[in-house]
């Protein structure tokens, strides 16, 4: 760290300096905070609106009291209603892509049998997940419903049937989403929106508002150099970063059960890097702009990209080749691998070791344009 | 010999098509006040950048307390207290608080006591918790005074110190101006007061970007071969109106109820105001500084357009 040697006195200056400023600034501290809660409550409101009467098709490939328990118990869920009969496997296809179903549980020949021997037969559940905010919990209730059925129907001697893990396995085959996008993965995704929408826009007004204050130039006639500028003025948003985080985090595991598998240091360590590559990138920004307007529109042209191409919005493989390679570049495609992954998956550090890598290149690229691009001079 | 602080030759700063400085040539001694004279636009803050290493000259070299302006600005910022034009020092933070970050980027030692005495030493004890920003004009300056003098510089360089402040709190500025430089300290300081312009161990003009004149103030206004009547009396208001534009008649100007005209060619001013003899009293002054300092500016004015 030569580079640095006998920097820290300044760079805590500065730090100083943009804390109390951030304090002082009651009303951006405020937005800041506000928006992780406004964007879950959103979208808490959109899942937890928990939907229901959802049209579904059923094929049933033999009629047996079992098959017609099970599909009643479906209807008798209320997420599912079953309003009409498919035909076969393409007549299932042509109504989930007209939308006329979003469900269709086809219940293959020979089921009752096999689950009277006790093979655990499978059931299958093709479900249009193109939305899956709607399709979600009604998935998620499919394997308590046929359990809960079956505990009613398999009684006397086929009780012994009712054993762990379930008597039928029901296969869920999301359609049109096939990473399966559900509330699980949305909810860490947002994390990754948050914290880019907030810190980036936030550091991106760092020189230029000294600019436009008229602080510059003293700024300037003072012996602090550019990366000790950077470095005190990106350091106090960690902060801001950290309790978005702390608040997200909370939200997942209590209010939307989102499942947390992996080690949390890996989680956290992939937050730190994110988040400091969303706060170099913001610091170029202010470095590049003139005004704080042009800083906020460039916030807003990388923010697009991020939400669309990262796969938060839309499943990474399905997106054309340009798009992804688009999407590579960008900080928040590689943090959704990694917090979805960890939180998700379980997956540990080794795994996913490529996405920090990508993640520290992206802040050693644009930590160096800031330098470069750093006013020494008012020229 | 005497220490030279400022040793810059020929400057020249262009903003696209315009020259705004040309060719500056300062020398200027350890321990002296002088003051940086010229016309809004003429180039002196731009100059004062140069010497500073906040912008980099088109032209020319030159040294500032022995660092080379060009390539050791980083040197000259640590020993050289700078005040910009218009306060610039952060209005969101309270005054201690801008001393306080003043110190710890200059990394002074004992920096509790430091800011401590800056605070008392400018009477700003009292408003160390008020916000930069709230704190009216004269009040702003004394912060920004403490604050460029924080590190001790062995430069100061003041531009429009005084702008906007009552006169004594001027009064109060220049007192604490001369202190320091009885301590060793050189001061560069651009204003447009005459007054303190005559308060200065030497004056530098600038019009347009070209150095005009330079000297202490007898010099300059005995070197400028201006010859100025005062006129006094009943009648002279209605005179002012006449006298312009006759040949001779340079300057025409009020000095409270007198009136001062003023002319490089002593016989054709003579002979201008002959012609009004009996309106007015009449009496050969010594030209004021500011008489001077408005007289060479027109000069230079017609000099460089004839140039161009
Ligand atoms: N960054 C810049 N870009 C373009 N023109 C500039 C720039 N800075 C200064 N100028 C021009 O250069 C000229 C000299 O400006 P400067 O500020 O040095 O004058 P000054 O003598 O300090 O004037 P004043 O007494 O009004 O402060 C002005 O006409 C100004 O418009
Ligand atoms: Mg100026």
């Known amino acids: 760290m030569i580079p640095l040697a006998g920097s820290g006195p300044r760079i805590l200056a500065i730090l100083i300096k943009e804390a109390i400023q951030m304090r002082r600034d009651r009303l951006t501290l405020a937005m800041m905070m506000v928006i992780p809660i406004v964007q879950l409550i959103l979208f808490g409101f959109a899942i937890n609106s928990d939907p229901k009467h959802l049209p579904t098709a059923v094929y049933t490939e033999e009629n047996t009291p079992v098959v017609r328990a099970l599909v009643q118990s479906f209807i008798n869920s209320g997420y599912y209603d079953v309003t009409m009969r498919s035909g076969g496997p393409e007549d299932s296809s042509r109504r989930l892509a007209t939308r006329e179903a979003s469900f269709v549980i086809h219940i293959p020949a020979g089921f009752t049998r096999r689950l009277i021997r006790g093979e655990r037969p499978q059931m299958l559940i093709e479900a249009d997940a193109s939305d899956p905010a709607a ?117 997942a595991r209590f209010i939307f059960n989102v499942p947390f598998r992996g080690p949390l240091w890996t989680l956290l360590l992939g937050v730190l890097t994110f988040i400091i590559a969303n706060l170099s990138l913001g610091f170029t920004f202010s470095t590049i702009a003139k005004t704080q307007l042009q800083a906020m529109q460039m916030t807003f042209f990388f923010f697009l990209p991020s939400i669309l191409l990262s796969g938060f919005m839309f499943p990474f493989r399905g997106m054309p080749n340009w798009a992804q390679y688009i999407g590579e570049v960008l900080p928040l495609t590689h943090f959704l691998r990694i917090v979805r992954g960890v939180m998700l998956k379980g997956v540990g550090i080794g795994d996913i070791a490529i996405e920090f890598q990508a993640l520290l290149i992206f802040i050693m690229v644009v930590g160096t344009i800031a330098i470069l691009r750093y006013r020494r001079t008012l020229d | 010999m005497t220490e030279i602080v400022i040793d810059v030759r020929g400057l020249v700063k262009r903003f696209g098509e315009r020259t705004v400085v040309n060719g500056v040539n300062i020398r200027m001694p350890k321990g002296q006040v002088w003051g940086f004279l010229g016309p809004n636009g003429s180039g002196k803050t731009t100059t004062l950048r140069m010497i500073t290493g906040l912008l980099k000259p088109n032209a020319g070299e030159g040294a500032c307390l022995g660092h080379d302006i060009l390539r050791e600005s980083a040197a000259i910022k640590r020993a050289t207290g700078y005040m910009t034009q218009g306060f610039s020092f952060w209005s969101d933070l309270t005054v201690r608080e801008n001393l306080d970050f003043v110190a710890r980027v200059y990394q002074l030692p004992n920096r509790r006591q430091v800011v401590d005495e800056a605070l008392l030493k400018l009477g700003l004890a009292q408003r160390q918790k008020q916000l930069a920003g709230s704190l009216s004009g004269g009040w702003k300056q004394r912060l920004a005074l403490a604050a460029v003098t924080l590190h001790r510089p062995q430069l100061l360089l003041l531009d429009e110190p005084t702008a906007g402040v009552d006169p004594q709190a001027r009064r109060d500025f220049w007192d604490e101006i001369h202190r320091l430089s009885g301590t060793g300290l050189t001061v560069l300081v651009t204003t447009h007061y005459m007054d303190e312009a005559e308060r200065c161990d030497r004056i530098v003009c600038i019009a347009q970007g070209n150095l005009i004149t330079e000297g202490n103030v007898a010099d300059v206004i005995a070197h400028s071969g201006l010859t100025t009547f005062s006129a006094s009396g009943a009648g002279v208001r209605r005179l002012a109106p006449s006298l312009k534009g006759k040949p001779g008649v340079e300057h025409v100007a009020f000095f409270g109820s007198a009136l001062h005209v003023s002319g490089t060619d002593s016989e054709a001013l003579r002979t201008a105001i002959s012609s009004f003899k009996q309106d007015a009293d009449w009496e050969e002054i010594a030209p004021s500084l500011e008489d001077t300092f408005i007289a060479l500016m027109a000069r230079a004015g017609v000099d460089l357009r004839q140039q161009s």
Request: net charge positive; no cysteine.
């Open chain 1, 135 to 251: 399709s979600s919990i009604a998935i998620g209730r499919a394997q308590a419903i046929v359990d809960h059925a079956l505990s009613h129907e398999l009684k006397g001697p086929l009780s012994r049937q009712r054993q762990q893990p379930g008597p039928v396995q029901v296969v869920i085959q999301p359609r049109y989403n096939p990473e399966g996008i559900t509330q699980y993965n949305i909810v860490p995704g947002l994390l990754g929106v948050i914290l880019t929408m907030t810190l980036v826009i936030i550091t991106s007004m760092a020189m230029t508002r000294e600019n436009e204050r008229g602080n510059m130039e003293n700024l300037l006639a003072m012996p602090a150099r550019p990366l000790e500028v950077m470095i005190g003025k990106i350091a106090p948003y960690l902060l801001m970063g950290a309790t978005q985080t702390l608040i997200v985090l909370l939200a």
